[in-house]
């Protein structure tokens, strides 16, 4: 099911990624291991590495990590139906129409457009057409692709998400600028961070982020860039039990006197005038 964003409620998001590095019984070991520590989706991304145009991962060894790391149908459809006996929602992101046509052959409620394609119009058309929700990170994107992004603000598909593009991100980078101009522009806005810790995630949160994702590691130590900087069981459990205090704070008991203030306004006020 897609994200119900008209809930009063913020979505948590552990993004697996290729984390688990071909290794479906480590992915399964990270999706239980991110449902024990609060996580209200899994997210993988689905590629083809036929498709990779040569570059610096040819010599840094990251495609052969692809390589290993690559989910086709099948392998995807094993991971969408462990996560939905765990009664977590599980979606990926692609890349291309090909990737595009491999998650929806599974699942058709949720894609993501990743920022490296979220310039990539005839591709956020073609989800609109397949998917119930399309949610999109606005990293590395020109001002003048991001307005031509906003031109689809008013389809109720769209979730877009704040995003810098860097890996790991400084705190000083994060740039939430571009978040509360977002929120000046939709009504519902979240945030897809990369920043080392939760502390970028609690501010988005505290600041009415409706849809937070993270990076999600079972062990930091495992190889890959990504595995370094992820937030571990321990870490995306700290998240989620911030999300139940900020929930606690925003609850309304009216602009009166509440019920708990009850003792001091009768036997306190005024205590000092005689």
């Not at 990926?92 to 599974?106: C, F, P, R, T």
């Not at 079972?218 to 459990?237: A, H």
Request: aromatic content about 12%; glycine content about 6%; proline content about 2%.
């Amino acid at each position: 099911m897609k994200f119900n964003l008209n809930k009063n409620y913020q979505y948590l998001i552990a993004e697996i990624g290729w984390n688990f590095l071909g290794n479906l019984n480590l992915a399964k070991k990270m999706i239980r291991l991110a449902k024990s520590a609060g996580a209200d989706a899994v997210k993988f991304q689905i590629w083809n590495p036929k498709n990779l145009k040569k570059g610096p991962w040819d010599k840094d060894g990251r495609r052969k990590l692809y390589e290993k790391s690559y989910l086709d149908k099948v392998k995807y459809l094993k991971l969408f139906n462990f996560s939905k006996k765990l009664n977590l929602k599980c979606f990926a992101s692609v890349s291309s129409i090909d990737d595009m046509n491999v998650l929806a052959s599974v699942s058709k409620e949720i894609v993501k457009i990743p920022s490296a394609e979220a310039y990539n119009t005839k591709l956020i058309q073609n989800c609109l057409k397949i998917f119930k929700q399309v949610i999109i990170s606005t990293g590395c994107l020109k001002l003048s692709e991001l307005n031509k992004l906003l031109k689809f603000k008013k389809n109720k598909k769209i979730v877009l998400l704040h995003c810098v593009s860097g890996y790991p991100l400084k705190d000083k980078n994060c740039n939430f600028k571009k978040f509360f101009f977002l929120k000046s522009k939709l009504k519902n806005v979240g945030y897809s961070g990369h920043g080392v810790g939760i502390d970028d995630a609690l501010f988005a949160m505290a600041n009415g982020a409706k849809i937070i994702e993270k990076h999600f590691t079972s062990n930091n130590n495992l190889p890959g860039r990504d595995n370094q900087f992820s937030l571990n069981p321990k870490e995306f459990k700290m998240l989620d039990e911030k999300r139940r205090i900020y929930k606690d704070f925003s609850k309304s008991s009216g602009l009166g006197i509440q019920k708990i203030e009850q003792e001091i306004f009768k036997k306190y006020r005024g205590r000092w005038t005689k």
